[in-house]
């Protein structure tokens, strides 16, 4: 069983990181993820780092002189559950948006 300081030092997975990987994995690029995001590219990088220290893979494979970023098989399934999850917490906001006006 994990400590209460192990797991304070672990990376949290949330869903600005989620939408930074949808978006690296449709543009192929940090700075245009960056851009389309209004981030900056460190950013980027930020995140997607930290998803490949949460689940222990690398997401993508990087060509250092064309700058374009393709899905490995790992980023291609967490791209997928980054989807839904993503449409999860979205209706999830409705569904609660929904209830509110219910109950008021």
């Known amino acids: 069983m994990e400590s209460l300081d192990e ?21 192929n690029n940090f700075t245009r993820a960056a851009k389309e995001l209004g981030c900056c590219q460190s950013t980027v990088t930020t995140h997607i780092q930290l998803l490949e220290r949460i689940f222990g893979y690398s997401l993508f ?21 980054a989807h839904r999850f993503l449409a ?10 929904e209830s509110g006006r219910v109950s008021q």
């Open 61 to 81: 494979e990087r060509n250092r002189f064309s700058k374009t970023v393709i899905l490995t098989e790992a980023g291609k399934l967490a791209l997928d559950y």
């Open 7 to 27: 797991r304070a030092s672990q990376p949290v997975l949330d869903t600005k990181q989620l939408r930074t990987l949808c978006v690296m994995a449709r543009t």
């Open 88 to 97: 999860l917490v979205d209706e999830a906001k409705v569904a609660i948006s």
